[in-house]
């Protein structure tokens, strides 16, 4: 027998077709989001492994379809797949392995059919994403649409008890981790004429679009990367409690996200401007520590 099929017995999920389904989305996640799937077959306990990866996938099947090829196309994959989601929930059966995953972890996690329909919501707002031009419109973003996708996952850690400040925590988590990410891509997201730092904060170190598109360096270009990551890291350390709130069986996943977040922040600094070559990746050495760090502590 193999680990993942202890998984997926420990978590109940017996039906040939529904095991299935949850291998699928392991097996996309691990394609897609390799690190992410590292932590939690490392830092999860095994029951609940295959729900987090199921909800994981749906939220990048989701951020995909939000984000890949023109404005019209992206507006009709994302209409027909939020029909199919909905339709699935109202009644309970569905002909997607995604979506029979799904509407199994949302049996087994009642609260995350909540998540889930907030976030169907809220989606349009990164289908509608065209740049930022105050921090006031980042702020914004956040709760339109950057932590109810968060809390599709998240939402498996929630205490019973709490569950404002828990999501309170998870709102200061993914404000740090959502502004390095902007920093982060700022090559692909100029690319895509859809840069995520705020116009009047570029404007603020004398950096505009049009330099940046065209190759150009501009002095400010260093502070503006610094002062981003910085904010991002105060965020960061401020949402070490997220931790602390969650269930036992979250705390240790959730702490080495913070974590790794922050060696993110470490190298995004690092390579300042020469992100406009791409993006920065944590030493792969220092994740490794991290997540054996807290395999010891949990």
């Known amino acids: 027998m193999t680990a993942w099929s202890r998984c997926l017995d420990a978590a109940g999920i017996r039906e040939p077709e529904l095991r299935s389904a949850y291998g699928a989305q392991r097996k996309a996640v691990r394609r897609h989001r390799r690190s992410s799937h590292i ?23 989701g951020d995909n379809l939000l984000d890949t090829g023109p404005k019209a196309q992206r507006a009709s994959e994302w209409g027909d797949w939020e029909q199919r989601v909905r339709k699935a929930l109202e009644t309970g059966r569905g002909d997607d392995p995604l979506i029979l995953a799904l509407l199994a972890t949302t049996q087994r996690y009642p609260r995350l059919r909540e998540a889930v329909e907030e976030y169907l919501l809220t989606a349009e707002a990164e289908l509608e994403f065209a740049g930022l031009a105050t921090e006031a419109d980042y702020q914004a973003y956040l709760d339109a649409y950057s932590l109810p996708a968060f809390m599709l996952v998240g939402t498996l850690f929630a205490p019973e008890t709490g569950h404002d400040r828990y999501r309170s925590a998870c709102r200061t988590l993914i404000e740090g981790s959502q502004r390095l990410d902007f920093v982060n891509d700022l090559a692909e997201d100029l690319r895509e004429g859809r840069p995520g730092i705020p116009a009047e904060t570029m404007e603020r ?19 503006l990367v610094s002062r981003e990551v910085q904010t991002a890291r105060t965020a960061l350390h401020s949402a070490r409690e997220v931790a602390a709130l969650a269930t036992p069986p979250g705390r240790a996943l959730l702490g080495a996200i913070v974590d790794i977040e922050l060696l993110t922040a470490d190298a995004v600094l690092a390579r300042g401007p020469r992100l406009l070559d791409g993006p920065a990746s944590p030493p792969l050495a220092a994740t490794v520590r991290t997540l054996l760090s807290a395999r010891r502590a949990a």
């Not at 170190?205 to 502070?223: C, M, N």
């Open 39 to 61: 932590a939690a077959r490392v830092l999860l306990p095994a029951a609940l492994q295959p729900h987090a990866l199921a909800a994981t996938a749906f939220m990048d099947h």
């Open 205 to 223: 170190f004398s950096v505009t679009v049009e330099d940046l598109r065209a190759g150009h360096e501009p002095p400010g270009l260093a502070g």
